[in-house]
């Protein structure tokens, strides 16, 4: 059984570089676009329509290594949408930050695929 240490020193060897990621989600998410920023910042926006009769919505995501990874909803403004109604699954409810995983379970790190991972499940 590997220690926490072990975990995270097995983490940091097998972790996605951002230039892979980036590659990746032009592959993947062909409706996208983005780049590779300042201060090693992997910025990428993409229309989502999570169900078919929905509305599009224009999604952002912000990561850089050793970071989570930042999804926001850029347009529409939910909050409009919304109304006087609390949005559910926002860790801030001014910046519309989606709250796709609990980072306290573990449930993202950086051996994972954004285009698998975050920008799948902003989709739904």
Known sequence: ??????HRQLRQYNRI???QQLQNLRQSVQSGNGQIERHAT???EYPARPSPMGWVYQIGIRYRLGKLPQTYVLDPSIQDLAGDR?????YSQDKQQLCL???RHDEWN???WLS???ALIAIR
């Open 86 to 90: 609390e949005i559910p699954h926002l």
């Open 101 to 103: 995983f609990y980072p």
């Open 110 to 112: 950086e051996t994972m």
């Open 42 to 44: 992997l910025v990428w």
């Open 1 to 6: 059984m590997l220690t926490s240490k072990q």
């Open 116 to 118: 698998a991972s975050v």
């Open 17 to 19: 570089g951002l230039t």
